[in-house]
């Protein structure tokens, strides 16, 4: 069931806010005037103002050096989905256009005539796209407008359909999350399936019947594994091995096994660490690359967690309690919140990281029908009692 927040003019943007841990409450170091952050085209307001959908913040940065940058906004619905890659971004809707930024201007939009856009992924120079009609469009990145962004595939193709007709279940319908390793795609169902895509040419390799219930998010690992989350309450381990001539995924183990919905996946490759989030708002985490044990669960929402997204040391938590949560692993494996990123007015839906030198550009998007971009950086100093 969609939540659609009321129709209510946009007040202004909130500053970010700290948050406090159990025994201390901690904050990002200052980050001085000559720094390169504050060159980079990210902070510079004057062309921006000119844009009529971007917005400025006008607020000074949290006490913890993180905050919000500014928003941008289209009267085209509720942003679902969303993708970053250097200084390009798109945004996915219930309208029926896929909207592009650069360098967080309105660079225009490409139409895909199938409603709602479920997910963005961005691989090389081209971009997947996941609908509520069920199909996976395939475009061409054009780098001087958005008009020439070509679609030059559909998946499933008719040939696909037909040859799958006897089998309803062999039918894509392509849920939030998604990752894309070297040459194969992972596309998540409500039939209960994943299903395994060649990049090179977008043949259908294979359909893993995974849950009991909807996939929610599906995310790629490492060593070959695959984690998929489900409404049935379960996260599950997947590797792709060699059989034949062909590989084919094999169950390895089930990590987590409750009653609340699953609602999002990430996987820190870097750290060997998965993260899950569930619609009880609880984060709960695995650790290890050649054996994963359980490590804890961090609390910090008081509604559904929707959306995760992983860099660096850092985990970002978006909630339908219209917040993103920042949380940084230390040495000891224990996870401190720096941080809730506070200004939307919606249930967050979809989050994606860039990196600008030492900091992190955190572009998040709501049910409020805005996608708003925030700077974070992992430094933070201790604050006194």
């Not at 679609?151 to 499933?156: E, R």
């Not at 294979?206 to 049935?232: L, R, T």
Request: aromatic share 10%.
């Amino acid at each position: 069931m969609m939540i659609a927040p009321a129709k209510t003019v946009t007040p202004p943007p909130q500053a970010a806010h700290d948050f406090p841990t159990s025994t201390t409450v901690r904050r990002a170091a200052a980050i001085p005037p000559q720094h390169p952050f504050m060159m980079s085209p990210l902070n510079q307001p004057s062309p921006y103002v000119k844009s009529p959908w971007f917005k400025l913040s006008s607020q000074p940065y949290g006490r913890n050096g993180n905050g919000l940058i500014g928003s941008l906004h289209r009267e085209q619905g509720h942003v679902y989905s969303l993708a970053a890659s250097e200084d390009m971004l798109y945004t996915g809707s219930d309208g029926k256009n896929i909207r592009v930024w650069k360098n967080l201007m309105d660079f225009g939009a490409f139409k895909s005539n199938s409603g709602l856009v479920k997910a963005i992924v961005i691989s090389g120079r081209r971009i997947f796209t996941g609908h509520q009609d069920g199909k996976i469009r395939v475009w061409k990145v054009s780098d001087i407008n958005a008009d020439g962004h070509k679609k030059i595939g559909t998946l499933p193709t008719l040939k696909e359909y037909l040859k799958s007709s006897m089998n309803p279940k062999s039918y894509v319908k392509v849920r939030h999350h998604r990752k894309v390793p070297p040459g194969l795609l992972y596309s998540g169902s409500w039939d209960k399936t994943i299903k395994v895509w060649r990049l090179s040419n977008s043949k259908w390799l294979e359909s893993i019947d995974a849950h009991d219930d909807a996939i929610n998010s599906v995310s790629v690992g490492f060593d070959g594994i695959v984690f998929s989350g489900s409404a049935d309450g379960t996260v599950k381990v997947w590797r792709r091995e060699l059989l034949g001539r062909s590989t084919r995924h094999f169950y390895v183990q089930t990590l987590l096994n409750q009653k609340d919905a699953v609602t999002s996946l990430v996987v820190n490759a870097s750290s060997a660490v998965v993260y899950s989030g569930s619609s009880d708002g609880l984060v709960n985490f695995w650790e290890g690359s050649n054996h994963l044990s359980y490590g804890g669960v961090l609390r910090g929402h008081k509604l559904a967690v929707l959306c995760l997204a992983t860099a660096g040391k850092l985990l970002f938590s978006g909630s339908a309690d219209n917040s993103v949560c920042v949380w940084k692993r230390e040495n000891d494996e224990v996870h401190v919140c720096l941080t809730v990123l506070t200004g939307h007015y919606g249930p967050i839906k979809c989050l994606a990281i860039e990196q600008d030198y030492d900091l992190w550009i955190v572009y998040s998007g709501s049910l409020d029908k805005t996608a708003k971009v925030w700077r974070v950086s992992e430094s933070y100093t201790r604050l006194s009692p």
